[in-house]
């Protein structure tokens, strides 16, 4: 897919961009880069990821994956209806729609126009939601984002007026088959006019019309504080599709991030200072990216015959406190160096004896019958555990060679 619009839009109103086989990269955004479109799934290759660590002072990188690249998948919301009407939206969407074109005329605007008129909606929007961000508030970036829309060819801006108001608008860019909704804010005083519901239907209805355009996307579903955003997109009709999103550290990042005494001071915050809400959203941030996941099917199935890594091959993965990702390397699997074993299955969920919650992971596998005899403790052991073993250390068959 061709997304250079995109790239060049982005430039312009001031994110660091950069293109790699697998899509574009803008930021930093709280010390990460995210590859966008937020729907795009093409695995980035380690190569490009390490090009973009080495260039880039960052902390991480953040993508969009299939939804079986992780236990726990996020949504993103679209329209594929080519048909789509009054008919495709729920009870409250299509009287919110009915009323709001009632009271609204939902025409294109220049983007020349919308610098006039749009910063009141902005600040207004945003201290509804509880946010702030200075390209909307501010006047020069405000200026600057709209001099890029009037720019490039593929974003256009779309306006709800009640009467001579502008009482919502809504900038969007077209990528190939897909429209994807970028902006939008909307007037305190007319909302009950009902500007976004009309202005909403009406762009999706037109786009869906254009020849060429198989899908409107409107963003990855919101957590804690957004959740009313996603029951808005609903109601429209904007289906949730499956998708995971896969936050990648740098491996020093990663490296301090995935210790025990990080993962106890987070537990320890309280609800005065961070909602249990959004302590478990850090906390299965932290899961996926400590233990970095590949988009796809596991690298080995159950019952696959493998070989263990040679030691000096394993030694290289670790780190001081003879870890990989998390998963401790034991003196007592050294004995199984080498050797040849058979896949009993992967793991995907694990106990942490830290705070006794469940927690995912990937990359991980049982070994059939390659059990912890307890030798190692003074007092022994009977449990007779499965060793836990990152996919680093083990080799497929057929990548050993012949000699």
Known sequence: MDYAGYAQFCRLIGYKVMETPSGIWIGPSCGFFNRMPLYETTPPSRKEMDSLFKRHPIVGLNYAAPPAATANPSHNYF????????????????WSVKKGLEHCRVRPMDFDELQRLGMPLNQESLARQGRSDPMFTNDAQWRRLCQAGEQVEEVEAW??????????????????????????????????????????????????????VEAVYNGPEWYGSGAGLDRFKQRLGFVAEPIAFIPRLRPLASRILHRREIRRAIATIGPCVLSCECRNRIEEVLDRACCPVQPGLPAFEAGETIRVRSREEIEKTLSPERERHGCLFMDEMGSYCGTVQRIFKPVLRYLDENDYKVRQCQGIYLLKDVRCQGSQLPEGCDCCCLFFWREEWLEKISAIPAN
């Open 159 to 212: 306006g709800a007026f009640v009467g001579e108001e502008l009482g919502a608008y809504l900038i969007l860019i077209r990528l190939g088959p897909v429209v994807s909704l970028l902006y939008s804010s909307s007037r305190n005083s007319l909302l009950n006019c009902h500007p976004c519901p009309a202005l909403f239907f009406s762009v999706v209805q037109t786009m869906m019309q254009r020849t060429g």
């Open 79 to 94: 329209i594929r209806d080519r048909n789509y009407g009054l008919d495709s939206l729920d009870k409250k969407g299509r």
